[in-house]
């Protein structure tokens, strides 16, 4: 089993940033893809960035230029530097960590953004 845990939300101003972190235990596979997501009540959960295990990210257009994922695969963790921080990125932030088919969620932390 897998347990990811989330840390680094909390509430900021626009303007402002915050890092996320992921931290990745139990049974880790050698080669996952980890990837962040946010969803807002009444809203689908929606990518926000992802990083391969073999190195390439992607994220999602509204965040371009102002968020970076990264991971330190010894540690099992994945980053997500969220500068420039609008109202609108306002959500609970989940990790996940696809690998061998499955996918692994973390509980959310929530992120809030003040205008």
């Known amino acids: 089993q897998v347990q990811l845990v989330e840390t680094g939300g909390g509430l900021v101003q626009a303007g402002g940033s915050l890092r996320l972190s992921c931290a990745a235990s139990?049974?880790?596979?050698?080669?996952?893809?980890m990837s962040w997501h946010r969803q807002v009540p009444g809203k689908e959960r929606e990518l926000v960035a992802a990083?391969?295990?073999?190195?390439?990210?992607n994220y999602a257009d509204s965040v371009k230029g102002r968020f970076t994922i990264s991971r330190d695969n010894r540690k099992n963790t994945v980053y997500l530097q969220m500068n420039s921080l609008k109202p609108g990125d306002s959500a609970v932030y989940y990790c996940?960590?696809?690998?061998?088919?499955?996918?692994?969620w973390g509980q959310g932390t929530q992120v809030t953004v003040s205008s």
């Open positions: 996940n960590l696809h690998a061998l088919g499955a996918d692994y």
């Open positions: 139990g049974s880790i596979f050698a080669i996952n893809d």
């Open positions: 990083s391969t295990s073999g190195g390439s990210t």
